[in-house]
């Protein structure tokens, strides 16, 4: 009879402790629809973000090799899309792309912005110092072949999104003799514009500002991506697709001591190809001659 009765005790126990976690659940990501019976939107939290974030600094003596390189990253390549879309209607509650994370922040004042002031080539990477800090105030109205006065920030945003067709990320390739170990790390990126986006013609495209990729790595990491069409459910953040490196790229400079851009060689595309095969070649090659003995 005891023995029942414990039992019973337990499974009331158990259901009202059921009960009250389920009351206790607040408004929040875990939750898959909202009070309105949406799909909630998933964002993470300051303490996720904080404890997600590794940033790895070596000291200068352990590092016996590297080579810097400036990518291309083209949206219009399908690997790539997740960081393009959505591309309309964008607003606070609604998802993401990689710009509107980018432009908000930065019109908001939560992510400075660089460009050289005496070297505006669009692949040119400036250095992150005062001087060079881009004023938000002047993308008030802001031109891109001929746009007009939009009042709040996601006019701006929606406005602009759909014409930005790449982006330019530097990076590091490096060795670590002490912990052996191949290393890369992303140092800036800037969102690449086309001036004549949506007309039938080439692209002529442009940058407005670099930022240091470690300072945006916090806001990517609290918003989250759609990586295919065919299942939206698995989660990731925009900074663990970068940092897994699940985008697709291609160089356009080797910081050699010239440190021009390859297009700038030659106009012949089978030429640029082989060149840009060839320092991708450098990087994987060095690695793998580690263990050949």
Known sequence: ??????????????????????????????????????????????????????????????????????????LREQI??????????IDEDTQK????IIFYNFLTGKLKGYKSQTNEYAT????????????????????????????????KINWLTQGIVKYYIQ???????????????IMAIAP??????GQDTEIHSGTWFWFPFDNLRPLLQAEYMKLTGRNIAPLVNFDDFFTTRQFNSYIIKDYDMKSRDIDEI??????????????EGEILNFEQDLWNY
């Open 97 to 100: 792309n990689l710009f509107s």
């Open 266 to 279: 030659s106009d012949d595309a089978v030429f640029l190809k082989q060149m840009q095969d060839e320092i």
């Open 192 to 197: 690449v514009y086309d001036e004549k986006y």
């Open 171 to 185: 990076e590091v390739w490096y060795f670590n003799k002490t912990t052996s170990t191949m290393m890369c790390k």
């Open 1 to 74: 009879m005891n023995c029942k009765k414990l039992v019973l005790t337990l499974i009331v126990v158990a259901i009202a402790s059921i009960a009250n976690a389920q009351k206790e659940i607040p408004d929040s990501t875990e939750i898959l629809f909202d009070a309105n019976g949406s799909f909630t939107r998933v964002i993470a939290t300051p303490e996720d973000v904080k404890a997600k974030i590794i940033k790895i600094n070596p000291l200068i003596d352990d590092v016996v090799w590297r080579k810097s390189v400036l990518r291309v990253i083209d």
């Open 80 to 89: 790539n899309r997740p960081l393009y879309y959505p591309n309309e209607d």
């Open 124 to 155: 040119f990477v400036p250095k992150f110092t005062k001087e060079n800090e881009i004023n938000p105030d002047s993308f008030g109205i802001l031109s891109l072949g001929s746009m007009p006065y939009r009042e709040t920030i996601y006019d």
